[in-house]
């Protein structure tokens, strides 16, 4: 678990920090409203996508191998607990 809120909340912040960055290059091109804010947040969301591809690409290895490893375990429990159906 403690994998998936460090990804997480790294997706959060790099989100964050994009929409900072939009935000603050758009107020001087744009007039604001609610349009552009949605623009922005959708630009934001966009490239904090892309870059995530690249800059998280650890963290996500890591989460992927986490979950890997917890379902063959449950996988191995199902398996251990049919067997024992089995011989009964």
């Known amino acids: 678990m403690k994998a998936f809120w460090t990804y997480t909340l790294a997706r959060l912040a790099l989100f964050g920090a994009t929409f900072g960055v939009v ?4 107020s001087f091109f744009v007039e604001w409203g609610s349009a552009t804010t949605l623009f922005v947040l959708l630009i934001s969301l966009l490239l904090s996508s ?3 591809i690249f800059a998280l ?19 191995q ?3 251990e ?3 024992a159906e089995d011989v009964d």
């Open 81 to 83: 607990s049919r067997h």
């Open 50 to 52: 892309v870059i995530s």
């Open 77 to 79: 429990r199902v398996e």
């Open 57 to 75: 690409a650890g963290l996500r290895d890591r989460l992927a191998q986490n979950v890997q490893e917890r379902a063959a375990r449950m996988s």
């Open 23 to 26: 935000w603050l290059i758009a």
